[in-house]
C-alpha cells in the first residue's frame, strides 16, 4: 500500500500541468553542490558498445534546486541545466562541494508577473559557434532563442502547428541538426500516422523567413513517451523515453533512431539501446546531453526529481561507441 501511494503522488506530480507556484523565479545566486558518486553494481544491462560508466546523486544548497528537463555538456564535466520552471543551473560536477548558480530565464516584459508554472521549460538546445541556446516551453507551446549566456531573448514564437499539442504533453524534445533545421517531437500528441507528432523546420523556427514546419511521426516502444533527445550525427538520434506505472514506478529506455530522409510524413523509431529500472538506478530520467569526458564521447543522462523528497537528482555517465559519431549532415 505504501508505494501504491508513493507512485500515486508521482502520478499527481507529473500529470499537474500547474506545478510550482505564483511565485517569482529564483534570482541569480551562488550556491554549494554536492555531487555523490554512486556503485554501479546494480546498474542495468545494456546493449553491446554503450556502457554505463558513472552516477551521481546531486543535492544543491539552494530550495529550487531540481526539477532538471534538460541539459548541455560543456568541458570538464560542466554543464548548464533547465529545469521546469524556467530557472537555469550552472554547475560542475566533482569531489566534495562545488560552486554553482542559479539564475532565471529573461522574460519578455509584459509577462513578468506569468505564474511561475506556465514557464514549463522542458527542452533546450545550444549552438557552440554562436552561443545561442533555444528552449520549448511545453505548458505555453512557445520556442524561444536567448543570446550568448542567456543575456537576452532574442526572440520567440508560437507554432500553430502546436496550438492543439495537450498543455502537459508537448515540446518535451528539441533537436538542431548540424545544417539548422529543428525537430520538436511531442510527449503526447497523437499524429495521424501512428506514434507521436513531430515538427520540422528547415531552419531556426525563430526566424520570420522560416517555412512553416513539416509534419513526422515519432514512434516510442509501447507504453514509453519521450522525454529528450539528441542527434550524434549523420542518421543517428538517440531519444530518451519514460514510462510510470504502479507495478515498477519509474523507467526509462534509450532508443536509437536511425534517421531516414526526413521529409512530410516520415515515421521515425528505433531499437533499444539500454533500459533504466528498479531495481537499478531508476527514476524520472528527462534529459540527454552529448559531451567528451576525459577524451572519450558519453552521453549524459538526468533525472527530474519534481522538487519531491521521495525522488533524487540522477545524472548518469554513458561511454559512447566511437561508430555511433558522425560528421555527416542528417538526411
Known amino acids: 500500500m505504501q508505494r501504491i501511494c508513493v507512485i500515486l503522488l508521482l502520478f499527481i506530480a507529473l500529470m499537474n500541468g500547474r506545478h510550482?507556484?505564483?511565485?517569482?523565479?529564483?534570482?541569480?545566486?551562488?550556491?554549494?553542490?554536492?555531487?555523490?558518486?554512486?556503485?554501479?553494481?546494480?546498474?542495468?544491462?545494456?546493449?553491446?558498445?554503450?556502457?554505463?560508466?558513472?552516477?551521481?546523486?546531486?543535492?544543491?544548497?539552494?530550495?529550487?534546486?531540481?526539477g532538471i528537463s534538460s541539459l548541455v555538456a560543456k568541458d570538464d564535466r560542466a554543464f548548464v541545466a533547465l529545469n521546469d520552471k524556467g530557472e537555469l543551473f550552472s554547475f560542475r560536477i566533482g569531489a566534495g562541494e562545488t560552486r554553482a548558480y542559479i539564475m532565471p530565464l529573461p522574460r519578455i516584459a509584459s509577462e513578468q508577473a506569468r505564474a511561475?508554472?506556465?514557464?514549463?521549460?522542458?527542452?533546450?538546445?545550444?549552438?557552440?559557434a554562436t552561443g545561442r541556446f533555444w528552449v520549448g516551453f511545453e505548458s505555453i507551446q512557445r520556442i524561444c532563442r536567448y543570446s550568448r549566456d542567456f543575456v537576452r531573448i532574442e526572440g520567440c514564437v508560437t507554432p500553430p502547428e502546436m496550438r492543439d499539442w495537450p498543455v502537459t504533453g508537448g515540446i518535451e524534445s528539441m533537436v538542431r541538426f548540424g545544417d539548422g533545421r529543428f525537430l520538436a517531437i511531442s510527449e503526447l500528441k497523437a499524429s495521424k500516422a501512428g506514434g507521436l507528432e513531430a515538427l520540422l523546420w528547415l531552419d531556426d523556427p525563430i526566424n520570420a523567413g522560416t517555412p512553416a514546419p513539416v509534419r513526422l511521426s515519432y514512434r516510442p516502444p509501447a507504453g514509453y513517451k519521450p522525454t529528450d533527445?539528441?542527434?550524434?550525427?549523420?542518421?543517428?538520434?538517440?531519444?530518451?523515453?519514460?514510462?510510470?506505472?504502479?507495478?515498477?514506478?519509474?523507467?526509462?529506455k534509450l532508443v536509437l533512431v536511425r534517421l531516414p530522409a526526413l521529409r512530410e510524413g516520415t515515421v521515425l523509431s528505433g531499437e533499444v539501446m539500454a533500459t533504466l529500472a528498479p531495481p537499478g538506478l531508476a527514476d524520472n530520467?528527462?534529459?540527454?546531453?552529448?559531451?567528451?569526458?576525459?577524451?572519450?564521447?558519453?552521453?549524459w543522462v538526468a533525472s527530474d526529481d519534481n522538487l519531491l523528497p521521495i525522488q533524487r537528482s540522477l545524472l548518469l555517465r554513458y561511454d559512447l561507441p566511437a561508430s555511433w559519431l558522425s560528421d555527416a549532415p542528417a538526411p
Do not use: C, Y
Not at 116 to 128: A, G, I, K, V
Not at 237 to 242: E, G, I, K, S, T
Open 20 to 66: 510550482g507556484s505564483m511565485a517569482p523565479p529564483a534570482p541569480l545566486k551562488p550556491f554549494l553542490l554536492q555531487s555523490r558518486a554512486l556503485p554501479l553494481e546494480d546498474a542495468p544491462d545494456s546493449k553491446t558498445g554503450l556502457r554505463l560508466s558513472g552516477a551521481w546523486q546531486l543535492e544543491g544548497g539552494h530550495g529550487a534546486f531540481g
Open 116 to 128: 511561475r508554472w506556465q514557464w514549463d521549460s522542458e527542452s533546450m538546445q545550444h549552438d557552440p
Open 229 to 252: 533527445a539528441v542527434w550524434l550525427g549523420g542518421d543517428k538520434m538517440l531519444v530518451l523515453n519514460r514510462r510510470l506505472t504502479i507495478a515498477e514506478g519509474f523507467t526509462a
Open 285 to 299: 530520467f528527462e534529459a540527454l546531453a552529448l559531451g567528451w569526458d576525459e577524451g572519450r564521447p558519453v552521453l
